[in-house]
């Protein structure tokens, strides 16, 4: 395993990190709880020390699960969780978003039980509140850090201008955002200002949220949305697993697998962790697995690094990705679509 500076935490964090969104029992699908665990422990084993959760995972459920995994271990991980996203009352659409100072507090007490511990490496705010001030939001940050709960805070899923003004009150340490083949609204976005500012950047969705894993066909179904969010088609505003986008993009994954991942010999997955891996700003990519085995499926990727022919030829086949939109724009709901969709070109032969 590979570890990189994380910003200037002073840390060196490993550039495959464990994201435990899929082990919340809820959005994608279901899942053994103990099979989470020995997942875990088998990135533990390969020199992960980055897991990644959140009390919006399932309720909190996902932040147990890593409590179990971690109660021998806690040492030896960097600990992410979040805050600022809680479940609406009964009968209310959800979830809120609340990143006033009070709920912070409340909110980052009610992980550390949960975790069974005293206290996070880094805590995030899960997603922009348009009604809190970002002032308010840092100060409310800054006091859990200042009490010992943690010991780096930053944002998930801010845009550059929002970074900015939280910027004004207090150092922003750890930024996390979506960033993957079919995704790269980041590298205009926010990773200009994180390269300038030393912000750490955990990229998450590595795997195109299960697209480059090469697993899909054009007749795969997610069935209900409330069960595994993919049904819905859209992903953090792209519709890219959405009716003829979605077919679209299988026969685009299909190409990078053939003219890509099999004559280098390796999983598309791989590939994929390897290309989110080749951009400097990125610290540690985020890659969420059920069993042990996909751990293991995927660990090699981060050992693995593109040769500039294959760079330009992932670049030469993703321009007939479809679905994807410009706009970043996070304050809208993650599964809306956030703007025009970019006109995807018509696929090219293969290139020499």
Not at 157 to 162: D, K, Q, V
Request: glycine share 12%; net charge neutral; charged share 25%.
């Amino acid at each position: 395993m590979r570890y990189r500076p994380f910003g200037r935490t002073g840390l060196q964090v490993s550039v495959m990190g464990f994201g435990c969104w899929p082990m919340a029992g809820d959005r994608y699908g279901a899942i053994e709880d103990d099979e989470a665990v020995k997942a875990i422990h088998r990135a533990l084993d390969l020199g992960v020390n980055c897991v990644d959760t959140a009390p919006a995972y399932g309720g909190g459920h996902s932040e147990e699960v890593v409590a179990r995994a971690l109660e021998k271990r806690r040492r030896d991980v960097i600990l992410v969780t979040k805050c600022g996203v809680k479940a609406p009352p009964p009968g209310q659409l959800g979830p809120l978003r609340d990143s006033s100072r009070g709920n912070i507090a409340r909110e980052i007490d009610a992980s550390l039980k949960r975790l069974r511990t005293d206290w996070v490496d880094v805590l995030l705010v899960h997603w922009p509140d348009a009604g809190t001030p970002f002032e308010e939001t840092m100060r409310g940050l800054e006091d859990v850090v200042t009490s010992g709960r943690a010991r780096f805070v930053g944002v998930s899923n801010f845009n550059g201008a929002m970074i900015a003004e939280c910027l004004r009150t207090r150092r922003v340490d750890v930024s996390q955002v979506g960033y993957h083949m079919f995704d790269r609204r980041q590298e205009g976005e926010t990773f200009p200002t994180c390269l300038t500012h030393g912000i750490g950047v955990m990229g998450y969705g590595s795997l195109g949220h299960g697209l480059l894993t090469g697993a899909f066909t054009a007749a795969t179904s997610f069935g209900d949305p409330s069960r595994d969010w993919r049904g819905g088609g859209v992903v953090f505003g792209q519709p890219i697993f959405r009716g003829e986008n979605f077919k679209t993009n299988v026969s685009v994954v299909e190409r990078l697998r053939r003219e890509v991942a099999e004559p280098r010999g390796v999983p598309l997955s791989q590939i994929a962790l390897a290309w989110v891996l080749g951009h400097q700003a990125v610290s540690t990519a985020l890659v969420g697995a059920r069993t042990p085995a996909e751990v293991d499926a995927n660990a090699a990727g981060a050992e693995l690094d593109l040769t500039a022919g294959e760079r330009a030829k992932i670049d030469l086949i993703l321009r007939a990705a479809a679905g994807r939109v410009r706009e970043f724009t996070p304050l809208r709901p993650a599964m809306e679509p956030w703007g025009a969709e970019i006109p995807a070109e018509a696929p090219t032969g293969r290139p020499a």
